[in-house]
């Protein structure tokens, strides 16, 4: 969803660069994607 922000995930991104550790952002941009994301991962919701 590009238009869709997530203040959790922005907040967390922040907090980890902060810390020093670097974050590589990957948006999921289509269902397919997300249910690959799910998938490969063992969880029921994406970040």
Known sequence: MPDHICPYGLKSKDLLERQGFAVE???????EEINAFKREHGVDTTP
Do not use: Q
């Not at 952002?25 to 269902?31: G, I, S, V």
């Open 25 to 31: 952002d990957h948006h999921l941009k289509t269902r």
